[in-house]
């Protein structure tokens, strides 16, 4: 039986985040990366390996049927550049990249969205779904029957419990943990290391156990 041939991949962002999902794709063996895209004073160095080769201007020259994209820039408080670049890639028609760490657990009954990641050791169990363009981080744990709207970080080793919901733009930070069932509204904070245990609003951050909105 003839080796199945690897799919060309380009990198969108080249800081840390995109060096642990470029061992998170050497590990699929499912891509050949072809390069990073960045700032322009990037252009011809490495990151492990792999050419910094255009800048953002450049997507138009670039994006063909037969290549696929990831963004790899990182998500914090904002998500902004991570929006930006997911829609410039959509406008262009670009394919994007869903990479799932062998090491990760995902039920054959979730489903996950174009351009996400699940990072090393990460579980998503039966019955949820993850947005598009959103990180599910190393360790992170989403039980069965939630819903992660688009664009959002699932960090390290948090803990989603069953039939919560996540709405869109939403930062869930790493260690922290939300009760089954819970909401959490559209562009929510949760600090590392939160208890929620009551539904979030919108556009706020919530910090502490129990989780209580700072702003």
């Known amino acids: 039986m003839q080796p199945k041939s690897k799919r060309s991949i380009i990198l969108m962002g080249g800081g840390g985040h995109c060096s642990s999902v470029i061992d998170v794709i050497e590990s699929t063996g499912d891509y050949l ?3 990073i895209i960045d700032k322009p004073e990037l252009i011809g160095r490495s990151l492990l390996g792999y050419k910094y080769i255009a800048r953002d201007e450049d997507l138009p020259e670039i994006v ?3 290549n696929y994209f990831l963004i790899t820039v990182g998500q914090t408080e904002s998500n902004d550049v991570r929006i930006k670049l997911f ?3 959509s406008a262009l028609n670009a394919n994007f990249a869903t990479v799932i760490a062998p090491s ?3 039920s054959k009954h979730a489903v996950i969205g174009k351009g996400t990641v699940v ?3 990460a579980f998503v169990n039966a019955g949820s ?7 599910v981080n190393t360790a992170a744990l989403i039980e069965h029957d939630c819903s992660v709207g688009n664009h ?3 960090s390290t080793c948090s803990v989603v419990n069953g039939e919560v919901k996540i709405g869109d733009d939403c930062f869930i930070g790493s260690n922290s943990v939300i009760r089954n069932g819970i909401i959490i509204g559209r562009n929510t904070i949760v600090g590392a290391g939160a208890v929620v245990i009551n539904n979030t609003e919108m556009d706020s951050v919530y910090v502490g156990n129990p989780a209580r909105k700072i702003r």
């Open 152 to 154: 959002c970080h699932i």
């Open 33 to 35: 990366i072809e390069g």
């Open 129 to 135: 779904v993850i947005g598009e363009n959103t990180i």
């Open 104 to 106: 990760a657990r995902v």
């Open 64 to 66: 063909k049927p037969d």
């Open 87 to 89: 829609c410039l890639l």
């Open 119 to 121: 990072m090393h050791n």
